[in-house]
């Protein structure tokens, strides 16, 4: 009787075996990622329209006015808030050079004020 020899070892057959495995979890992976960009492209056009829609209501009602559950789901939420407090720094009168009706203007001293 002739006794053939194997033509491949335990370990060639063990990593031949893992390569088939993993062939299939990669194939498995690459389909989820497929489906994970097109979920991402929806979610991505789904959030277009809706801060579209949020900032026509922003512009009727004004961003103080508007949900903060709205907000929570604009991806331009900050910038919203942004644009609503250069708005209100705008609104703010502005004092004269050389006044002192700024708070934070240092007021003049008295004899009684070095006593202390």
Known sequence: MIVE????????KELDETIEVLDELYDALNEIMGHLNELELRAYEV???FD???TKL?????????????????????????????????????????SHSDETSEKPRSEDDEKV
Do not use: C, M
């Open 5 to 12: 020899f194997p033509t491949k070892n335990k370990l060639e």
């Open 47 to 49: 959030e277009a329209g």
């Open 52 to 54: 579209h829609a949020l």
């Open 58 to 98: 922003i512009k009727q009602k004004g961003i103080q006015n508007v949900s903060a559950k709205y907000l929570d789901y604009s991806s331009n939420a900050e910038n919203y808030f942004y644009e609503y407090k250069e708005w209100q720094d705008s609104q703010k009168p502005r004092a004269e050079p050389g």
